[in-house]
């Protein structure tokens, strides 16, 4: 389960990725986009600025681009910028500490279950997403309005 930060940022992380034509997309465009809440996720792209996921410029032309390619940036990095992995310290039938010395019922499934997500997450790339997106017959890409013609109303 992700948190709503890292929802909204993984989300976002996929537009910019769209965004073929490299011009940075305002916080605004891209909450539209996801339908995220506009002000929360422009602090989420500014965290995301800060770890050098994204890179941000400033002005009427600005915004925020991938500062990592597609290709190499994967969800787990993306993810642990808000939920970092920690280790399970309760015990999942009680809350009593449980570890590999002294199991219970539950452990060795869980801990199975943790790895194999964590494992996914770091296996897949945002590129991954996108084409597996690409090729699904129902896809719902998250469409930002052309910025041409937005642009042009600006430089008038």
């Not at 410029?57 to 808000?82: N, S």
């Not at 890409?141 to 042009?152: D, E, I, K, N, S």
């Amino acid at each position: 389960m992700l948190s709503s930060t890292s929802d909204y940022a993984l989300r976002a992380i996929l537009v910019l990725a769209q965004a073929s034509d490299g011009r940075p997309l305002r916080a605004d465009q891209i909450a539209r986009a996801t339908g995220s809440p506009a002000n929360y996720l422009a602090k989420t792209l500014n965290a995301l600025a800060k770890t050098g996921l994204v890179t941000s410029t400033r002005g009427p032309f600005g915004g925020f681009v991938l500062a990592v390619p597609a290709t190499e940036l994967t969800l787990a990095r993306v993810i642990d910028c808000f939920d970092e992995p920690r280790p399970q310290t309760r015990c999942l039938l009680g809350s009593a500490p449980c570890d590999p010395r002294r199991p219970c019922a539950a452990h060795h499934r869980w801990t199975a279950i943790n790895s194999a997500r964590r494992a996914a997450l770091a296996d897949t790339t945002v590129a991954d997403l996108l084409r597996d997106t690409a090729s699904a017959p129902n896809q719902h890409v998250a469409a930002v309005a052309p910025l041409g013609a937005a642009r042009r109303a600006v430089a008038r």
